[in-house]
């Protein structure tokens, strides 16, 4: 079964400057997809990035880009330039590329914001 | 781009009744829908997928007589939490897939 770790319940980071958020995950496929969905309070889903894991660039969204490490299962998030808009709870999620395509998140990270 | 809206928003019931929360695509037909739940400050957990015309594949340890979902038409899905007890209150949110995957925006269901 596919599992999906987030270590860091949570991170601060100061305005304007650059933060990473982990995320590891098992899996026996070699077709999936990885992503990171922030859920601010509103608790809406957002799509921030996606990865194909067949492809070994790394995905970037403007100051939103991933470090995709597939022989060690790691998909770290990098935001560059953080706004304070960026603070919510990010969660990294694994997708098959077949079969039932449903997904499964890992626990979250939540993420400060200092002005 | 795709829309997913989800209804209601929030709802308060009585304990020992039933509760529908409709999710509903909006510009796009979705032949498979997806509800979750999320507890307080925990992550998303997959509840079962909904598919148009046939009977929902409900994830292991959840109760498909407690927890019914129809999915009658390619843009409507429903979840219906029968006689619901306290412990029921949660969020719970729905997914269309459709290019990619839209999610709503929830519900926060509270059994008093």
């Known amino acids: 079964a596919q599992t999906v770790t987030q270590s860091q319940p949570e991170m601060s980071v100061q305005e304007a400057e650059t933060v990473t958020l982990s995320c590891t995950y098992d899996?026996?496929?070699?077709?999936?997809?990885l992503f990171w969905y922030k859920q601010p309070p509103s608790r809406q889903m957002i799509l921030v990035i996606r990865?194909?894991?067949?492809?070994?660039q790394n995905a970037t969204e403007n100051r939103f880009s991933v470090n995709f490490q597939k022989a060690a299962k790691s998909f770290s998030l990098k935001i560059s330039d953080s706004q304070l808009g960026d603070a919510a709870m990010y969660f990294c999620?694994?997708?098959?590329?077949?079969?039932?395509?449903?997904?499964?998140f890992g626990t979250g990270t939540r993420l400060k914001v200092l002005a | 781009g795709a829309v997913v809206s989800q209804h209601p928003s929030r709802v308060i019931c009585k304990s020992g009744t039933s509760v529908k929360i409709e999710c509903r695509s909006l510009?796009?037909?979705?032949?498979?829908m997806f509800w979750y739940r999320q507890f307080p400050k925990q992550s998303l957990m997959l509840m079962a997928t909904?598919?148009?015309?046939?009977?929902?594949?409900?994830e292991q340890g959840v109760e498909k007589d407690k927890f019914l979902i129809n999915h009658a038409s390619l843009t409507l899905s429903t979840l219906t939490v029968t006689s619901a007890h306290p412990e029921d209150s949660s969020f719970y949110i729905c997914?269309?897939?459709?290019?990619?995957?839209?999610f709503g925006s929830g519900t926060r269901l509270t059994v008093v």
């Open positions: 997914s269309a897939r459709s290019h990619g995957y839209t």
């Open positions: 899996t026996s496929e070699s077709d999936y997809y």
């Open positions: 990865q194909e894991a067949y492809k070994q």
């Open positions: 999620a694994y997708r098959s590329g077949s079969g039932t395509y449903k997904y499964i």
């Open positions: 510009d796009f037909q979705a032949t498979t």
């Open positions: 909904s598919n148009e015309g046939s009977k929902a594949t409900y």
